[in-house]
């Protein structure tokens, strides 16, 4: 493909603050041949209506009710005519030369993928000040299984690997979605970490472009998704490792995946406890037929002492009152 037709998908919910920025990261892209589907996900803020003031033949607006960044998602690929797909969430942004570097990085391939760069930055803050990540992920693998291995083990169990890939830092051909399924609605937690196993597993290798960023922002707010703490959050945390783990599994003999998979059961099962004493139960038996030995808790020196004497679900039950007291407290 000479001039590929990149697709730029950008789900919306309630995202007015920043949605205008990220819109025009979008624009901004030097690569020509895009097309912008925006989906509003039954927003009742002003994001329809900032999507639609950008409405034009590249930029497309959608909406649906309320079912979730995931279906609205799918809802973009049914819409997106692209031979490459961009992710781009509505509070994050692309620097001007993205997609333009991952397309020469990726030389016309469709079957391998692309990622690149990520800045972090707080929000309130200028992107451009942000702190640019710098790990293993700069070298290309044509071993997508050990990649996964690599990102989702961390430092206890393979020091100087582990770390996290942003939605926006891949670049994605449209087949290798096709193959891979679309992303799974039942999920509100990590539904992109298991979207994106997927989709690796499926392609033939994963390169790194030297050139283009992501710019990925930070909320301290306990307002956002990803810091929730409800039951729907920690069932579909649960789900979508129970998930990674099978599609791994099949593809990899690596021992090391058991030990992966155990500690993040391991953590799941003490941070779901008290609340949901159910799915920590699950989490720890899980860790358990794994055969994880590592940490059973890791705190400051009291709480680790504590740990150490009474237990972690000791440890656990104490630090949950403090925080149901500082609540009553506020």
């Known amino acids: 493909m000479k001039n590929p037709l990149i697709s730029i998908i950008i789900p919306v919910f309630n995202g007015s603050k920043h949605l205008a920025e990220a819109i025009q990261s979008a624009l901004n892209q030097t690569w020509q041949y895009k097309e912008i589907i925006i989906v509003d996900d039954g927003s009742v803020d002003d994001s329809l209506q900032i999507a639609e003031s950008f409405k034009s033949e590249i930029v497309k607006v959608f909406t649906q009710k309320n079912k979730g960044a995931s279906a609205a998602r799918n809802a973009g690929l049914t819409q997106a005519k692209g031979d490459y797909i961009q992710f781009l969430d ?84 449209r087949n290798l979605i096709e193959a891979a399924g679309p992303w799974n609605e039942k999920l509100s937690l990590d539904d992109d970490g298991e979207f994106f ?34 039951r729907k959050a920690t069932a579909s945390a649960i789900l979508a490792t129970d998930l990674k783990f099978g599609y791994l599994k099949a593809k990899s003999n690596n021992t090391v995946v058991d030990r992966v998979f155990a500690r993040h059961y391991w953590w799941t099962g003490v941070l779901a406890y008290p609340k949901f004493k159910d799915l920590s139960k699950y989490c720890i038996q899980k860790a358990k037929q794994l055969g994880y030995n590592g940490e059973k808790y890791v705190g400051g020196p009291g709480g680790h002492f504590l740990a150490n004497v009474f237990g972690w679900k000791a440890v656990r039950l104490i630090s949950w009152y403090q925080q149901l007291l500082k609540r009553s407290w506020a």
Not at 93 to 109: F, G, R, V, Y
């Open 197 to 230: 196993c997927r989709v690796v597993l499926a392609a033939e290798r994963i390169k790194f472009s030297n050139k283009g960023l992501n710019y990925y922002r930070k909320f301290n707010s306990q307002l956002s998704l990803s810091a929730q703490k409800s």
């Open 90 to 173: 509505a509070d994050d942004l692309l620097s001007p030369d993205k997609i333009e570097a991952q397309i020469s990085c990726l030389n016309s391939s469709v079957t391998q993928l692309a990622i690149c760069k990520t800045v972090y930055f707080n929000d309130g803050e200028n992107h451009l000040n942000g702190k640019l990540s710098d790990s293993w992920l700069i070298n290309d693998t044509d071993d997508p299984a050990d990649f996964l291995t690599k990102l989702y083990a961390g430092e206890e169990i393979m020091p100087g690997y582990g770390g996290m890939i942003t939605i926006h830092s891949w670049l994605t051909p």
